[in-house]
């Protein structure tokens, strides 16, 4: 017992060391987390529809009706966090944050904040001194730093403000900022002291503001925005810059040498000469299938203003540069064929918004499951409910087969699958969307839509991935399966919305198969195959499908991660439709504004010949399964086709219309505006596709008056006898129907006064005219 004093005093020492050691890793584990909520309000002010607020890069979570949200669990330190508005514009707003503390964040569709970050003349962050502050001076608004940190806001997005750095403990100089308020960006800026901005709009000789302009100074550069306005941050104070102004490779304002001092910085640029971009092109030809047998087809497009030539690419590879507005496109794959377009002058390049697409399908077998003008409609609800005239908000929608063709998947394999086309009830005319179904398992591997180009140019395209594996992890057929499944499912979607973030999924889940499941739609009561798709991370029901071997399709689904806004989206099959008679591809009453065009039909099985009737008449017979129509005339059409079989027995389709009420284009002057002497002659020529009567250039003077030099069949006109001044001219025609253009893009012709004196007579001509006239003279007298 005599050590028992030693062993307690060492049983004490190791409980205070493991104390203590517990206390620190209790303290580096025990990280404090913080809170942020708040609302969303519409710009004015009032509670905005579902929002998705997204801490980057956590998962964006929504308001939904409540117009608030809370964001838990959120580490001290800076953060960018996004505010989408779903219900309210599809606006977006992205702001930094600096989190120690629980923060209460509102949100204004439309505008924004804009944060700052101030150092002093070490790098080290001003802090709490009140002779250092920020001011907003649009606003008459000041703040001092807290952590070196401070914002302003919400702004409205888009306007101009001003930011004015005061350096009041060190040597009270300043810095600006000029600035636009962005959603799509964090406005964000570092004040360091000693340095200083340059920044103002770049206008043409003629006031314009031009976009597009890098502004450099050699170390860093800009590119002024669609207003002309440029900034470049953080030059050095007592510094000498010089600033180079170009688009592309040409210069368009002499360079500008600038000492930077404290204070303001604005340095505005007035180019000498206007740069005349060419303007963008448009495809006039529409997204579209077209069978490999059909090819080749006319790509065609529209030009603007300012245009020396076009450049058409496909799936990124130049197939066409040159002066026609048409490509003739053929090839001997099927594929998906994505072409732009762009218009070059000598200033640059300006590509289309609108891109073009182009499904190449090979002819089908008849082995497969689903055929060319099948077709199902379904019922659509979303939740949260969609926008609908429905009370309910249900979009009725069709899926129609086009063909067959190979695509890749999500995890970059290559697979078979069925075109299908979706018309919804809420579409509009020119609005179109696509889906590719994997030909094994009948789920979407690409999904493709785009705005009508009246509406916008926006698109969305998705990849997916269904990778199902047995315990072995072999792949397996899911419908042909009957053990336990697990499935890889990914998905990548592509928002071709300004602002609007793409979306990704990547899930694992288990796969349950059931037979003989029974199950009601609007089309009737089924036997079903169901399957239920279950994420194994969250346990979540995902996807829900019941197949029916009648149909040949899905008669109900279910999905719960729809890739879209909603947060479920159900189908439920109200009517099928599996071909017994020939079937139209060309869409029902369809408005078309150009003349010629194609009506297509899918193939019948047994049929040998197809007979096309127009109005009643007969405009077709053989065995082709489209027909071509040029130069029609203005009217509504009716189509019946009648597939004739080697019985010589016929069947006849469903009738469709077509309304055309052709808009002719304008004649395109290839002359270029010019100035010539007074008196000089000069040849306009233009170039036009259709079929004329006549052509009629109009020639307007400075006065404003406006006369017709010229009225024939010719594409072109001599001209000599143009006032002097600016001269105006522009072409229209009147087609063989009668139809007249609009007048074409003007050509400029400028006349000047021919200054060039009289050649005056030489001494040894004058001579030889007196010595003519004396002899003359002398003759007369001898008489």
Request: charged share 20%; hydrophobic share 35%.
């Amino acid at each position: 017992m005599k050590n028992s004093p030693f062993f307690s005093l060492l049983v004490v020492f190791f409980l205070i060391i493991s104390s203590f050691t517990s206390h620190v890793s209790s303290s580096e584990e025990e990280e404090q987390l913080y809170k942020i909520s708040g609302d969303v309000f519409t710009s004015e002010s009032n509670q905005a529809g579902n929002t998705f607020i997204k801490l980057i890069p956590r998962d964006s979570i929504q308001t939904g009706n409540e117009g608030s949200y809370e964001i838990t669990d959120v580490a001290p330190g800076e953060h960018t966090i996004r505010a989408y508005f779903l219900e309210n514009g599809h606006t977006t707003s992205y702001r930094k944050i600096f989190v120690e503390e629980d923060m209460i964040l509102d949100w204004y569709e439309g505008h924004n904040w804009v944060t700052i970050e101030m150092f002093d003349d070490v790098g080290e962050y001003v802090d709490n001194n009140s002779m250092s502050i920020i001011e907003l001076v649009e606003s008459d608004q000041t703040k001092t730093l807290v952590n070196g940190r401070t914002d302003f806001g919400p702004f409205e997005i888009g306007k101009y403000y001003t930011l004015r750095a005061y350096y009041g403990e060190i040597d009270h100089s300043t810095q600006y900022v000029h600035f636009r308020m962005e959603g799509s960006t964090p406005n964000d800026f570092d004040f360091k002291h000693g340095m200083n901005s340059r920044y103002g709009y770049i206008t043409s000789s003629d006031g314009e503001t031009m976009s597009g302009i890098t502004v450099s100074n050699g170390t860093f550069e800009t590119i002024t925005n669609e207003d002309g306005f440029f900034l470049l941050n953080n030059l050095e104070v007592g510094s000498t810059q010089s600033f180079t102004f170009k688009s592309g490779n040409i210069e368009v304002a002499p360079p500008q040498t600038v000492d930077i001092v404290s204070g303001t910085g604005w340095m505005n640029v007035s180019a000498p000469e206007k740069v005349r971009y060419p303007e963008a092109p448009k495809f006039s030809t529409e997204t579209q299938t077209v069978l490999l047998s059909m090819l080749p087809i006319d790509i065609a497009w529209k030009g603007g203003d300012n245009t020396l030539f076009y450049t058409l690419t496909s799936n990124g590879v130049e197939v066409y540069e040159g002066f026609s507005d048409s490509f003739t496109f053929n090839t001997d794959e099927a594929g998906i064929f994505e072409f732009q377009i762009g218009a070059t002058n000598t200033n640059g390049t300006t590509n289309s918004t609108q891109k073009l697409l182009l499904l190449v399908l090979p002819e089908q077998s008849s082995d497969d499951l689903w055929k060319s003008g099948m077709s199902w409609d379904y019922q659509i609800q979303y939740s949260p409910a969609s926008a609908s005239l429905d009370v309910d908000g249900i979009h009725n929608a069709k899926y129609t087969v086009l063909g067959k063709e190979k695509v890749i998947d999500a995890y970059g394999v290559e697979k078979d699958t069925f075109v299908l086309r979706k018309n919804d009830e809420y579409h509009l005319e020119r609005e179109k969307s696509y889906q590719w179904i994997d030909c094994g398992n009948l789920l979407p591997l690409k999904t493709y839509w785009e705005d009508d180009p009246s509406s916008s140019s926006y698109f969305q395209e998705g990849t997916l991935g269904w990778n199902f594996t047995d315990d072995q992890g072999k792949q397996v057929d899911m419908l042909g399966y009957e053990e336990n499944i697990s499935l890889h499912f990914n998905r990548t979607n592509i928002i071709g919305v300004p602002g609007h973030p793409d979306g990704y999924d990547d899930t694992m889940n288990v796969v349950n198969i059931q037979h003989d499941v029974q199950v009601i739609t609007p089309a009737g009561e089924f036997s079903t195959t169901y399957v239920s798709i279950i994420d194994t991370n969250d346990g979540i029901l995902s996807w829900e499908l019941w197949y029916n071997d009648t149909v040949k399709n899905w008669v109900k689904k279910i999905d719960r991660l729809p890739g879209s806004h909603a947060e479920k989206v159900e189908y439920n099959l109200t009517s099928f439709y599996i071909p017994l008679v020939p079937q139209f591809i060309t869409e029902d009453n369809g408005n078309y504004v150009v003349n010629d065009y194609k009506i297509e039909w899918s193939s019948f099985e047994e049929a040998e010949t197809y007979n096309l009737l127009q109005n009643g008449e007969l405009v077709y017979s053989g065995n082709s399964t489209f027909f071509n129509f040029v130069n029609q005339i203005d009217g509504n059409y009716k189509y019946e086709l009648y597939a004739i079989l080697s019985s010589e027995a016929s069947i006849k389709s469903d009738s469709i219309s077509i309304n055309v009420n052709f808009v002719p284009e304008t004649p395109i002057i290839i002359t270029e505006s010019q100035t010539i002497k007074e008196g000089e002659s000069i040849n306009i020529s233009w170039i036009y596709n259709e079929e004329v009567i006549w052509y009629s250039v109009i020639l307007e003077n400075e006065e404003g008056n406006k006369i017709e030099i010229y009225n024939g069949t010719n594409n072109f006109v001599l001209i000599d006898d143009l006032d002097l001044g600016q001269n105006r001219l522009r072409v229209k025609a009147q087609l063989s129907d009668g139809k007249i253009s609009d007048l074409s893009d003007s050509l400029f012709i400028s006349v000047d006064r021919n200054s060039q004196d009289s050649p005056m007579l030489s001494p040894i001509f004058l001579f030889a005219i007196l010595v003519v006239i004396s002899i003359f003279r002398n003759r007369k007298e001898v008489k």
